[in-house]
């Protein structure tokens, strides 16, 4: 399955940027899907992501009140809003799917997830 992340780029500390996430595979209302990143030097760590149902969210505690995860059914797309960036938010964000609306546990593992876009580059600057 092939995402297609977009959205990126270098932006000031305080600034927004809202990635987007398609698929022309994927139904995003039947399948859960969840942001991504990795930093330079870094592991990668869960962002946010949302259930089949779109109600129910989760954030990293690094993200929590600045960034957030949302579905456009009619377009297919899944977004990722973030406000108020800061340099540790650099990084490139991957977006990722399930298979269906089923997961295991919580939305922030990895596992959970089957299929990965390529990415897009973040940087923010101070």
């Known amino acids: 399955v092939q995402l297609q992340a977009s959205g990126g780029g270098a932006v000031q500390a305080g600034d927004s940027l809202r990635l987007s996430c398609s698929s022309s595979?994927?139904?995003?209302?039947?399948?859960?899907a969840a942001w991504f990143r990795r930093a330079p030097g870094e592991e990668r760590e869960f962002v946010g992501g949302?259930?089949?149902?779109?109600?129910?969210?989760e954030y990293a505690d690094s993200v929590k009140g600045r960034f957030t995860v949302t579905k456009d059914n009619a377009d297919n797309k899944v977004y990722l809003q973030m406000d108020a960036l800061k340099p540790e938010d650099t990084a490139i964000y991957y977006c990722?799917?399930?298979?269906?609306?089923?997961?295991?546990?919580?939305?922030?593992?990895?596992?959970?997830?089957?299929?990965w876009g390529k990415g897009t580059l973040v940087t923010v600057s101070s």
């Open positions: 990722a799917v399930t298979r269906d609306c089923w997961y295991s546990g919580t939305l922030d593992r990895a596992s959970n997830y089957d299929s």
């Open positions: 949302i259930a089949c149902n779109r109600d129910f969210t």
């Open positions: 595979e994927r139904t995003f209302s039947r399948v859960v």
